[in-house]
């Protein structure tokens, strides 16, 4: 189960939140900030900027499970990836775009 059955329409978005253990909450962030993720006791915490459009939110949401499906919240050098969060959000970025052209 992952983004890939997710974008097939095979697994509902509510499946693959159960299925990672995670859950995603709208909440007043400022304009210049999408979402994010964070991990508390073994859940996935994702927040989304409520005021962003249908499209902007759907496209934030798989940008922020593709950080849980590349492995990118498990690093156990917080220091190292701060350092690198560019380099994870170009990461997820491609991901996301490997996986929509996937069957063009």
Same mark, same amino acid.
């Given at each position: ?22 859950? !995603? $909450? ?10 994010? !993720? ?21 496209? $934030? ?44």
């Amino acid at each position: 189960m992952n983004l890939y059955n997710l974008l097939k329409n095979e697994i509902t978005l509510q499946e693959l939140l159960n299925y990672y253990n995670a859950n !995603i $909450t709208l909440i007043d962030l400022p304009n210049y900030i999408y979402g994010f !993720i964070f991990q508390y006791e073994n859940i996935y915490n994702i927040l989304i900027n409520k005021n962003l459009s249908y499209y902007k939110r759907k496209k $934030t949401i798989l940008h922020e499970l593709a950080h849980i499906e590349l492995n990118q919240l498990c690093q156990t050098n917080r220091d190292l990836f701060a350092f690198n969060i560019d380099k994870y959000e170009d990461e997820a970025n491609k991901y996301i775009k490997f996986l929509i052209g996937k069957d063009e």
